[in-house]
């Protein structure tokens, strides 16, 4: 899957920044902090500011529940990927067609599958809305500034990210069963 990604003209867009992501998601609960939207990858991903791995070294309490909630947001993903290719059988086994075509199936999976779920809902899921892309509202905001800061230094911003991430999950974050976990 790292190859495959490494490869791909989603990560091309993501390191050239030429798609209209918004800058800041909203702040994190039960604190101002202003991070930038991310995905999240395994430790064989590169750390990059729209992609945060996890930490394997130098395993402070702090780094741990990082560790911990990171594989935790991980596990969420994989059991959404789970559902689709549990409804969409044809994604648990090699899709045998040209590149392009099974770009277009998947897709058409994915679309379908969010048809489905607004037709019929999800259960007690609810749709985040907001004003986030309205970037007439949106001001310079402190990570407007960090990325400035480390304009073509992309490890610095990912660190940076990272290192804010530990400190809120470990802080104003923090949730009262994740000690029972590291």
Request: aromatic share 10%; hydrophobic share 40%.
């Amino acid at each position: 899957m790292v190859e495959y990604f490494s490869r791909s003209q989603v990560k091309n867009i993501l390191d050239s920044n030429t798609i209209n992501l918004p800058s800041n998601a909203p702040p994190l609960k039960s604190s101002d902090m202003l991070l930038p939207y991310f995905l999240i990858g395994d430790s064989a991903c590169p750390l990059k500011p729209y992609l945060i791995t996890r930490i394997t070294a130098d395993l402070t309490y702090e780094r741990r529940i990082f560790k911990y909630r990171h594989s935790r947001a991980r596990r969420c993903i994989e059991c959404a990927f789970g559902v689709l290719a549990a409804k969409w059988r044809f994604l648990q086994t090699t899709i045998e067609t040209k590149v392009e075509t099974a770009e277009k199936m998947v897709l058409a999976a994915v679309a379908l599958h969010n048809a489905i779920i607004c037709l019929e809902g999800i259960g007690n899921a609810e749709a985040v809305t907001g004003e986030w892309n309205d970037t007439e509202t949106r001001a310079e905001t402190a990570i407007d500034s960090q990325r400035k800061k480390v304009t073509g230094r992309h490890s610095q911003h990912a660190t940076w990210i990272r290192d804010q991430l530990i400190y809120y999950f470990a802080g104003p974050g923090k949730v009262s069963w994740q000690d029972n976990y590291v």
